[in-house]
């Protein structure tokens, strides 16, 4: 593994939008390592193996949905730290705490803000630094 890759911290996308894993990493590639999957088994298969240090997670996803993926990761021990946004179309007030009862950290809606994104993730980078 390269100095670069361990230095920038790595934002693991999960969405089967191929439009929105294309819109995460255009807001966030120049300041951190974007990797993107489309479903969930993907997804905890890479965080197994990538040092994570943010999890995006759209909650509409065929198979094991957004809600389902937070529970599980949340429910292992390793990863009881890492800060999970729920970024997805679903924005009702049920929705929202639906997210955290999974255990999501934040919560943002689509179409969303490539500033507050970048925000929010910084914050989250920084806390863990």
């Known amino acids: 593994m390269s100095a670069t890759s361990t230095q920038i911290p ?4 999960v969405d089967d939008s191929v439009v929105m894993q294309g819109l995460v990493k255009q807001a966030l590639s120049k300041e951190f ?7 969930a088994v993907d997804a905890l298969s890479t965080i197994y193996h990538e040092q994570i240090s943010v999890l995006l997670l759209d909650v509409s996803m065929p198979g094991i949905d957004g809600l389902e993926l937070c529970r599980t990761v949340r429910s292992l021990p390793q990863f009881q730290n890492l800060p999970i946004v729920m970024l997805t179309a679903r924005d009702g007030a049920f929705d929202k705490v639906q997210g955290r009862l999974a255990g999501a950290t934040e919560y943002l809606t689509k179409p969303f803000d490539a500033e507050k994104l970048r925000e929010v993730i910084g914050k989250f980078i920084t806390l863990k630094s």
């Open 10 to 13: 790595t934002i693991l996308a």
């Open 33 to 39: 390592r974007v990797l993107v999957t489309d479903n």
